[in-house]
């Protein structure tokens, strides 16, 4: 079974690598870029067949290792 | 108007960043991951009103800086 996790820093934590980004895009003459948020998405395949355990199982993932809960906050699509 | 890309590894490039999350899983007794790819999402927030004219900007913008087409993949979502 296929789970996708998405992982972005939370709204207020500061996003230098977004930033960067952001510049890069202007200097390119993409002036109308306002913001950049960046993150990252994680898909995993896993042995298992029932989507309830599954989602169990990948939200366990996301706070013991995936995401920095503190500053990063998770969503979890069973496509 | 916020736009999301998603940009994965093409089918076939390894991923040493998906390998070392999985055989990270794994030390954690998460045996059940076969797979794990991981890629970024970008979220840009632009100063535009129209979707179409948003999504070819977009579309420049991977092409031009966001993806490297030739081992990378993307995905537009206007949502």
Do not use: H, W
């Not at 998405?6 to 207020?12: F, K, V, Y």
């Not at 500061?14 to 990252?40: I, N, Y």
């Not at 042995?47 to 309830?52: N, P, Q, S, T, Y």
């Amino acid at each position: 079974m296929k789970v996708v996790v998405t992982i972005m820093l939370r709204p207020g934590v500061l996003d230098p690598q977004g930033q960067a980004v952001q510049r890069a895009l202007a200097s390119l003459g993409f002036e109308e870029v306002r913001e950049v948020r960046q993150g990252k998405v994680i898909e995993l395949d896993l042995a298992l067949a029932d989507r309830e355990e599954a989602e169990l199982r990948v939200r366990e993932m996301c706070e013991r290792l995936l995401a920095n809960t503190v500053i990063e906050s998770y969503r979890i699509d069973l496509p």
